[in-house]
């Protein structure tokens, strides 16, 4: 809220202002708001993915692992191996001395197994299968290149032997230093390696399982995943900042008001307190000139009376501005209530009936009925007759003036709206409309617009001034319609 705060007080013709800079709280909040909840949504975003991304990937692992170790115990019931594992017969260099009948039942259930290994091989996510011993041997693949031999640097197929527990890890390509990467083909997008020990009965792993995957429709259903986590943090952002946007900038306007009301109250202490000061030092001088002036024109000749009737005029201006100056500084008394704004508007009327003869002005308005509206009597008594006379003025020369009334029963407001055509006023001028002491009327003190906007401000309304040079000036009141209505 940058807010300049100039007390239009004139000494000598010079304004005197004070400009005050004050922190920025809009601005300040959308920049910080914006980067803080921009960089918790990304972090939100990438951890949200990442744990979909593991959480997927270790699920798809566990039902791996689990099928293949349900597969390798029915095997083994179904071929009358009691008390053996299948990791006790996956490896053929263990049938040596066994029975010969033990034997074919190991290979048997071997040969089964594989059987069911070489189909998941097949698979189109499937890009290797290979079964290691303990001394990291290759004892079958689903790549017969591989059978026989061993790769002894492989510390993932060694943890798993020594923790009997699944390992899994994930690519993106081919890695030059894993050597038992020989895949049949060359995996496209991420692949996983999943370990699978395998124990005997005695709770030893003397068999592991090596697969290489790349699970084609689990990447793609990430992608989708990612897709919508990523819309959905960016929308929670957006309307996160959205929210907090509105609610800050509500309050910045109402703390803009607030302190602009403020600084009005401050202005206007200082108008009372120089007004006072102003009525103090020129009304005994004032009423002292003009006696004597009254005195001094009875007595004197002719041709003095002349001067002596001007000075009496210039003493009644000078005293017409200091009663201006007490009526726009004192606190506005009474409490609002419900006034007919035709009987007002007519009154007003009656009252300058003169002036607007004698200006050679038409008045266009038709006096139909309309709601009561929350105001003072004698207060929009005050707006109008400063309206009406600022109107004649402009039209010097004649001209027209147009009233008419709005009633808004939807939204419960009424509008009186006064057009002029006479000489209007320049964009500079409108901009100094509400400013105490900016006047653009000879002779004027240029407080009576701000006793019109103070006087609408209490009723809860509102002024607003339209006006082109050479065109005329148009001036709409806005008034609430009292709730009895």
Not at 60 to 85: G, K, R, Y
Not at 101 to 127: C, G, N, T, V
Not at 327 to 333: E, K
Not at 348 to 354: C, G, R
Request: aromatic share 8%; charged share 20%.
């Amino acid at each position: 809220m940058s807010l300049t705060y100039s007390l239009g007080k004139y000494f000598s013709g010079k304004e005197v202002t004070s400009t005050t800079v004050q922190f920025n709280l809009l601005r300040w909040f959308s920049l910080a708001s914006f980067l803080i909840i921009t960089f918790v949504a990304l972090g939100l975003g990438f951890i949200a993915t990442r744990f979909v991304v593991n959480e997927s990937i270790q699920r798809d692992a566990v039902l791996t692992a689990q099928f293949i170790q349900s597969m390798a115990a029915a095997e083994v019931s179904h071929h009358n191996l009691p008390n053996m594992q299948m990791g006790e017969v996956l490896d053929p260099r263990d049938d040596v001395g066994l029975p010969a009948e033990i034997q074919k039942s190991r290979r048997e259930a071997r040969i089964e197994f594989l059987d069911h290994i070489k189909h998941i091989a097949k698979q189109p996510d499937s890009l290797l299968i290979s079964i290691y011993a303990p001394d990291d041997t290759v004892i079958w693949s689903s790549n017969p290149t591989l059978i026989g031999q061993k790769f002894e640097d492989d510390d993932e197929l060694d943890e798993s032997f020594q923790s009997k527990e699944r390992i899994f890890a994930t690519y993106h390509e081919v890695q030059n230093d894993r050597e038992e990467q020989q895949f049949l083909r060359k995996p496209e997008n991420l692949f996983i390696e999943n370990y699978i020990p395998m124990l005997n009965s005695a709770g030893k792993a003397v068999a592991t399982l090596e697969i290489y995957k790349e699970p084609s429709d689990l990447i793609a259903r990430t992608k989708r995943g990612y897709v919508l986590m990523w819309l959905a943090t960016s929308f929670g952002g957006a309307m996160i900042y959205l929210g907090l946007y509105w609610i800050v900038r509500r309050a910045s306007g109402l703390l803009v008001s607030q302190q602009s009301q403020l600084i009005e109250n401050e202005t206007f202490v200082a108008l009372g307190e120089m007004s006072a000061a102003v009525a103090h030092s020129l009304r005994n001088p004032l009423a002292t000139i003009r006696s004597s002036a009254e005195l001094a024109q009875e007595l004197g000749n002719p041709p003095v009376q002349k001067n002596i009737t001007d000075i009496i005029g210039q003493v009644d201006r000078m005293s017409k501005w200091v009663r201006d100056l007490l009526l726009a500084s004192s606190p506005l008394q009474g409490s609002n209530e419900e006034v007919d704004p035709l009987e007002a508007i007519l009154e007003t009327l009656h009252a300058f009936e003169p002036q607007i003869r004698k200006a050679n002005v038409l008045v266009e308005f038709t006096a139909t009925a309309a709601p009561v509206v929350v105001g003072h009597r004698v207060l929009l008594s005050q707006v109008l007759n400063s309206l009406v006379s600022n109107a004649v003025e402009a039209m010097a020369q004649g001209g027209r003036l147009q009233i008419e009334i709005e009633p808004d029963a939807l939204r419960r407001k009424l509008s009186i709206t006064l057009r002029d055509n006479g000489k209007g006023m320049t964009e500079n001028q409108q901009q100094m409309l509400f400013k105490p002491f900016c006047t653009s009327k000879q002779g004027g003190l240029g407080v009576g617009l701000v006793m019109v906007k103070r006087i609408m401000d209490r009723f809860g309304g509102k002024i607003s001034v339209t006006s082109r040079v050479n065109s005329g000036t148009e001036v709409r009141l806005t008034f609430r319609i009292a709730k009895n209505q």
